[in-house]
């Protein structure tokens, strides 16, 4: 699959069928998101594979609202990204690099995250990526190592859906010239 295909047919998939994604897959997803640029090639997001069907329904039953609580039911494996924090947007004195102050670990964590989903979709599985959960309890049930913030769950899987996709916005509406 070509970069722009793949960039044009990577949809938000919320309903999986219940195939397995093999551990291998989800090494080589990680593998290609570690070509994700970041700030000084600081590389600090880490994943968490959830395979665990009683650490799934915690996440789920405890951290989440209905709609995410069916997203991750749904879905054989939940990956959980992570950041090593401040080190990306930071000096090596700990001081912030940017007035955007520690903003660009998300920024980083973001870049890494979709390269993840894109990686997905071209070997044929589903992702959405889903922020709306009690991060505190999450970063608990999933023992996420200190010194590292929680950012993103990611449900993946093989699709049982195609969504069509969404009208976009024009290029007129998006792009200005100065």
């Known amino acids: 699959m070509d ?3 793949c960039i044009k047919t ?3 998939i919320r309903e999986f069928t ?3 994604v093999s551990k291998e897959i989800l090494e080589e997803l990680v593998e290609t ?3 994700a640029p970041s700030w000084k090639h ?3 997001t880490r994943y968490i594979a959830i395979t665990d069907p009683e650490i799934k329904k915690c996440l789920a039953e405890q951290c989440c609202a209905e709609h995410n609580r069916n997203i991750i039911n749904s879905a054989p ?3 959980a990204t992570t950041i090593v924090d401040k080190r990306s947007g ?3 004195d700990g001081s912030y690099s940017t007035i955007r102050k520690d903003n660009w670990q998300a920024f980083d964590n973001g870049i890494a995250t979709q390269t993840f989903c894109l990686a997905a979709n071209e070997k044929g599985l589903g992702t959405v990526i889903m922020g709306l959960y009690d991060i505190n309890k999450a970063e608990e049930i999933l023992e996420v190592p200190e010194g590292q913030l929680l950012m993103a769950l990611i449900a993946v899987g093989y699709p049982n859906q195609e969504p069509a996709a969404l009208k976009r916005k024009t290029v007129e509406d998006l792009l200005t010239f100065r």
């Open 3 to 5: 970069t722009v295909t």
């Open 10 to 12: 990577r949809r938000s």
């Open 18 to 20: 219940g195939q397995e």
């Open 33 to 35: 998101a570690s070509f």
């Open 42 to 44: 600081t590389q600090t």
């Open 77 to 79: 494996v939940v990956v």
């Open 90 to 92: 930071f000096e090596r």
